[in-house]
Structures are given as C-alpha cells and as structure tokens.
C-alpha cells in the first residue's frame, strides 16, 4: 500500500517550480493531493499528471493574499474531504533586487501577505482539522535567506525570519496534538524564483525535485521522529 494512501495534502504555490514538484512527489506516494495557485491552466497541468501517473488530485485556485479566498479554501476542504494530513506551504514571492529604502509599501505589503499572512492564514484554516484528527504534517517552505543577510533583498530575508520564527512558535503549539510543523530553508533552487538573470549555473543548482525529496522523508517519519528544520544548500557554489 503506498504510504499517504488516504492521505489529503494542500500544497500552495503548486502551479510551477519546487510546489509543482512536491505536489507530483505527494501525489506519487498515494496522497489526495490538494493543488492551490492562482493560474488554474498550470494547475490543471499538474493534476493531470498525477492523475496520469495514476494519483489523485484536485484543482483549488486560491490567491494567497485574499483573507477572505483562504477562508473560503479552508472551508471548502474541510466541506469537501473532511480533513487535512498534510499542509505545504510552498508559495513564494521576491521583490526585484533594490535596497529597502527604495521598495514601495505596497511591494512590502504584497510580499509580507504572500509569504508570511498566507502560511499564518491557510493554518489558522486547517490546523483545527488537524487537531481534531490528532495528527497532522505542516511544512513551510522557507529560505536560507531566513537565516543570512541579503542586501537588496531584505524584505524578502525579513519574511523568510519571519516565517522561521512563526514555524518554532507554532511546531510548539502543535506537537501535544502529534502535529508536526518543520521548516525547509533551501539555498538557490533551479525554477523561474526571483531573478532569472543572476548569472548562476542551474545545473549546479538545487532541483525542485531535491526538496520534494526532503518533504517525502518529513511526511514518511516514524511517528515518534520529529524533523523539525532542514537546511539545503547546492554542494558546488552555482
Ligand atoms: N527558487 C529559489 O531559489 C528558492 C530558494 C529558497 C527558497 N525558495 C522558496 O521556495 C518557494 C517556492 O519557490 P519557487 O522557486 O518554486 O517559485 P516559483 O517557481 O516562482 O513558484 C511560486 C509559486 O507560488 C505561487 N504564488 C505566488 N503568488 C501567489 C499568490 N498570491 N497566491 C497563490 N499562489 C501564489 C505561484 O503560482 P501563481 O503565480 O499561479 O499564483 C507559483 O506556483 C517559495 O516560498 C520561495 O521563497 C525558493
């Protein structure tokens, strides 16, 4: 039997890059796989390979910045499968590289509501069905950028803090009810992120797939095995 055989996972941000890839990787290992984004035409690419590799998914379009829309998401899911085993939250944006001084408020705002409100959001939506289940994986996907300066792209480095702080906070809060909460802080990954003309060497790169592999070891664990951090790096310099 595969081991998330009757297992849902949401993964958000699974329309391309690293959410695609953990998405295709769930979906491989018998989970129910929940796939949020905006663009639904992408998202429809993904379920239907998992569903052609022989998996299950469905197509949830959610724009991450929308309170209301993750509200509407976590009833939905809870309407619709009556629970939640597994919550990636991958999706992600970054800023052009700028010094802070020149980054707009709105720039600030939409990054902070994508990157650190969604993650706080879609668990204040699903938590609760993990709670009452007593069990649940919840996986946010940060950076290594959360725990080293990057110039001219501190708003970015401030969620990705952010994030860390709120997964150690939180994986404290959850674990008396064998919710694991982890955070992944991977280095430069090889998909579209950010900007595509930093000179890097992709093949040197980390590979969405890379990650998608850490997360099946996080969901896989023995139940009493708590990973809680994992830091990726590429192992030549790009
Ligand atoms: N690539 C790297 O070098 C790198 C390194 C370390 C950490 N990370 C982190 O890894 C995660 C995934 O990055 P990636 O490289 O796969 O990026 P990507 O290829 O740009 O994919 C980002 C995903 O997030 C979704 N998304 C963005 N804004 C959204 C919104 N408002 N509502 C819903 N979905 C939204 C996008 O879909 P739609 O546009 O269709 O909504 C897309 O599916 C991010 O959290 C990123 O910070 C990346």
């Known amino acids: 039997m595969p081991p998330l055989q009757s297992q849902i996972a949401l993964v958000t941000g699974a329309a391309r890059g690293v959410g695609a890839a953990i998405a295709l990787r769930l979906g491989s290992l018998g989970a ?3 796939l949020t984004a905006r663009d639904t035409e992408r998202l429809n690419d993904v379920r239907d390979q998992i569903q052609n590799a022989g998996g299950h998914a469905t197509v949830l379009p959610c724009d991450l910045t929308d309170p209301a829309a993750i509200a509407r998401l976590g009833e939905q899911v809870s309407r619709d499968f009556h629970r939640c085993d597994i919550l990636v939250n991958n999706a992600g944006i970054a800023l052009p590289s700028a010094p802070l001084h020149e980054v707009a408020p709105e720039d600030w705002d939409r990054l902070f509501a994508t990157n ?6 879609m668990i204040r939506a ?6 009452a289940a007593r069990s649940g994986h919840i996986i946010n996907i940060s950076s290594l950028a959360g725990r080293n300066p990057l ?3 501190a708003a970015y480095a401030a969620s990705k803090w952010g994030l860390n702080g709120l997964t150690y906070s939180v994986a404290e809060e959850l674990r008396q009810y064998n919710i694991r909460v982890c955070a992944i802080a991977p280095g430069s990954i090889n998909t579209k992120f950010g900007d595509p003309s930093s000179g890097k060497d992709p093949n040197k790169k980390l590979q ?31």
């Open 32 to 34: 129910h796989v929940l």
């Open 116 to 121: 650190l409100r969604a993650p706080y959001l």
């Open 126 to 131: 699903l938590a609760p069905l993990m709670i």
């Open 151 to 153: 110039p001219n792209n």
């Open 208 to 238: 969405p797939e890379d990650v998608a592999a850490v997360v099946e070891s996080i969901v896989t664990q023995a139940p009493q095995s708590f990973i809680s951090e994992v830091l990726m790096r590429p192992t030549q310099k790009p």
